[in-house]
Nanobody, 118 residues
Framework: QVQLVESGGGLVQVGGSLRLSCAAS????????MAWFRQAPGKERELVAS????????DYADSVKGRFTISRDNAKNTVYLQMNSLKPEDTAVYYC???????????WGQGTQVTVSS
């Protein structure tokens, strides 16, 4: 079973930057579509960004376009989320997810907290 481990969350001021990382436990990582989701208190989990197997296709939520960048390094079994120009509304628990042998995200990390203070 694949395990996903996120890191890089923390407390940052408005306008600051953070880079989240998600490491997968298997070399078959390069065959997974990967994504970052987030969930703020009292809100539903939302898709932030996704990236295809080789990184050629990337999609973003409208709320983060131009500020966040998703990338992956298949040699390191890792996907990243670079977050710039952070806003208080970006505060949430961020989850890494993988779509393994399916078109839906069926494997999740434990989450990492991102807090943007004003």
């Amino acid at each position: 079973q694949v395990q996903l481990v996120e890191s890089g969350g923390g407390l940052v001021q408005v306008g600051g930057s953070l880079r989240l990382s998600c490491a997968a436990s298997k070399r078959t990582f390069s065959t997974y579509v990967m994504a970052w989701f987030r969930q703020a208190p009292g809100k539903e989990r939302e898709l932030v960004a996704s990236i295809s197997w080789l990184g050629g296709n990337r999609d973003y939520a409208d709320s983060v376009k131009g500020r966040f960048t998703i990338s992956r390094d298949n040699a390191k079994n890792t996907v990243y989320l670079q977050m710039n120009s952070l806003k208080p509304e970006d505060t949430a628990v961020y989850y890494c997810a993988a779509a393994i042998s399916t078109s839906t995200y069926n494997t999740w990390g434990q989450g990492t907290q991102v807090t943007v203070s004003s």
